[in-house]
């Protein structure tokens, strides 16, 4: 099974975009969902991540208060509503199964399921 990622483009920085997770397969077990990105040149680092039970919510610095990661239980589906991007936000963007601990849930080793990614630029 395989996390299918969606919803980048190019934008100009203050600009919006939603990005879309679906796994391959309707029935997929997984304790959360979790969104990377990784800029060419650059180490993979984490974004956000929501927990399936209880709808936790988890964001790195860099992104809180702009970005907003939401789940839709019914479809399986995590979205992440970027709002006001900036230069530093192009990445390619990839979804994953959160498959370890909480206390784990930044560290993408805990991950599995990735998918292939979605480019997001976001030109100055």
């Known amino acids: 099974v395989q996390l299918q990622a969606s919803g980048g483009g190019l934008v100009q920085a203050g600009d919006s975009l939603r990005l879309s997770c679906s796994p391959s397969e309707r029935t997929f077990s997984n304790n959360g969902i979790g969104w990377f990105r990784q800029a060419p040149g650059k180490e993979r680092e984490f974004v956000a991540a929501i927990r399936w039970s209880g709808g936790y919510t988890y964001y790195a610095d860099s992104v809180k208060g702009r970005f907003t990661i939401s789940r839709d239980r019914a479809k399986n589906t995590v979205f992440l509503q970027m709002n006001s991007l900036k230069p530093e936000d192009t990445a390619v963007y990839y979804c994953?199964?959160?498959?370890?601990?909480?206390?784990?849930?930044?560290?993408?080793?805990?991950?599995?399921?990735w998918g292939q990614g979605t480019q997001v630029t976001v030109s100055s």
């Open positions: 994953a199964a959160h498959r370890g601990i909480l206390s784990t849930v930044r560290v993408d080793t805990s991950y599995s399921n």
